[in-house]
């Protein structure tokens, strides 16, 4: 029976109601839904429309809606949006409580029902290539940051012919800045964010480094404008501390592109001990920890968007918030997707994602079209007036008409990696994996397995039927796909996974003795 939710302007068939309705029907990664158009599919907020319906809470699935083009916004966004981009680490797919996780993140529950939800968002399965993927709008293999991560020690970065999203936006008048982790690169200042495009620069070049001492094997990796910083605080409060000075200093008549990224929640397992304490019922330490840094880096997503708002800029601004990568084996939850960061099964690359744009973006509204952190690129140029004509061709696909007009996603197939040692690809609602189950960080060599699994997500969204026996002319083509894009790869930089002997750890990352 149609039901009209006025508040939300929203005309939709409210299914579910009936007992034994599944609950994650919502979540199905549908073939394209042929009498309804486009794969959208809607979701208000189930309290809300609870409270408006005057209904007890019980099990509900809104979806189907007879009209999507209601949901979304016809007119065209205004040109430069100040641009916020807020990036997790390792956050795993069920540790944010808008996916039903058990960990207190309020402040990011409450953004992801204000805007669309990207319900699958993949990214690159550890922390560099995703970054890479962002900055360049180009697919890791392109210029060999498909394996493993940037160590300390890498003899390598994100190669200077690359062309940065904050150099094309600051091109484009916006002022740029990155706020936490770089993790591309530190080998000379050329390599250096402030280098790479962006007018500000505060917090670290690597992973893993220390919440309290901010040090890095032995080396201060604390920065201001890449000159080395020394001071006090636990890195998820001063990364917001600094997002909120930018923020309230911002000059107005230039856009602002603010590129936030938390080391949190990834190692070491380090909290203020007041969080902690909020999580004295869990009993194994790490998730213990994991579960406050998770709950620091909410507050901390709060403040930023709490100054965007007195500021008054709120509503001229796109939030964009993801993670890296799937949440760790070890402390993260994925559940129910299968596998864990470094992994390409989805609890890898699969990640909780939402955009933000009050009056642009409807509240509410989730969007189930396979995208790409990869596709940011092109779709952040255009709509801050960038120029997109570059020298290196981009992977990424415009995707504001998915995201905000509820269109089919634009890719035809979307890569998810491809190594010496493994790949997977997405096409349609198909996805090829080979040597899934291989951590990305041990992806440098060729190795004796070969482990191909197909599955159909549509039908199996958590990869528990591999179908390559069934369908074998599927397996082929996927499998020539994703050869195609292993013979145009770029030969993989490899360091290290462990430091070498005879590195030399100087006293500041960044800066060579
Ligand atoms: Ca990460």
């Known amino acids: 029976m149609p039901v009209r939710y006025s508040q939300l302007n929203l005309l ?33 907020n189930r309290r809300e429309f609870i409270k408006a319906m005057g209904m007890a809470a019980a099990p509900l699935v809104i979806s189907g809606c007879t009209s999507t083009g209601e949901l979304f916004a016809k007119k065209p966004p205004p040109n430069k949006p100040n641009i916020v981009f807020i990036l997790a680490d390792d956050l795993g797919w069920k540790d944010v409580g808008y996916h039903g996780g058990d960990i207190k993140t309020p402040n990011i529950d409450k953004l992801a029902s204000e805007g669309t939800r990207l319900d699958q968002f993949y990214v690159q ?11 360049t709008g180009r697919y890791p293999i392109r210029y060999g940051l498909q394996v493993g991560v940037v160590r300390p020690w890498a003899k390598y970065g994100l190669p200077l012919e690359e062309r940065t999203l904050a150099q094309a936006l600051k091109e484009a008048g916006y002022t740029t800045a990155i706020y936490g982790k770089w993790h591309l ?76 990224a938390f080391n949190a929640p990834h190692s070491p397992f380090q909290a203020p001990q007041s969080y902690i ?24 997503v709060g403040r930023v968007v709490s100054a965007l708002d007195k500021r008054g800029l709120k509503n001229n601004t796109l939030i964009i918030f993801c993670s890296d990568n799937g949440g760790t084996g070890v402390v993260g939850s994925n559940v129910p997707l299968r596998g864990y960061k470094a992994q390409l099964y989805e609890g890898g690359v ?57 269109m089919p996603s634009p890719h035809e197939e979307i890569l998810l990696n491809s190594t010496p040692a493994n790949g997977a690809i997405r096409r349609g609602d198909w996805k ?26 549509s039908e199996d969204p958590y990869e528990r039927n591999n179908l390559i026996e069934r369908y074998p002319l599927k397996f082929q083509e996927l499998k020539r796909r994703l050869e195609l894009y292993a013979m145009q790869a770029a030969v993989p930089s490899v360091p290290p996974n462990k430091m070498p002997k005879d590195f030399k750890v100087p006293k500041v990352w960044g800066h060579p003795d």
């Open 277 to 300: 304490d909020v999580y004295k019922h869990i009993k194994a330490k790490n998730r213990r920890i994991y579960a406050a840094m998770v709950t620091c880096m909410d507050d901390a």
């Open 185 to 260: 690169g530190h080998l000379s200042s050329q390599y250096l964010p402030t280098s790479r495009g962006f007018d500000h620069q505060y917090g670290h070049y690597n992973g893993a480094l220390d919440y309290f001492t901010h040090i890095r094997d032995g080396g201060l990796d604390w920065h201001r404008d890449d000159q080395p910083l020394r001071e006090q605080g636990y890195t998820t409060n001063l990364i917001a501390d600094e997002s909120v000075r930018l923020v309230e200093q911002h000059d107005v008549s230039r856009p602002l592109f603010l590129y936030v």
């Open 432 to 457: 090829l994996l080979y040597n899934g189950g291989i951590s990305a960080n041990s992806t440098g060599r060729q190795v004796s397995e070969q482990v191909f699994e197909l599955f159909n997500l």
């Open 12 to 44: 939709c068939r409210v299914v579910g109601k009936e007992k034994g309705f599944p609950k994650r029907e919502r979540m199905r990664l549908g073939a394209p839904n042929k009498r309804k158009g486009p794969f959208m599919k809607s979701e208000i």
């Open 125 to 135: 399965p550890v922390c560099s290539p995703t970054r890479s993927s962002l900055m």
């Open 350 to 406: 699969r990640v909780p994602a939402f955009a933000v744009w009050p009056g642009v973006l409807k509240a509410g509204v989730v969007v189930d079209e396979p995208l790409h952190i990869v596709d940011m690129y092109p779709t952040l140029l255009k709509l801050a007036g960038a120029r997109l004509e570059q020298a290196l061709p981009i992977d990424g696909r415009d995707t504001w008409p998915t995201i905000a007009q509820g």
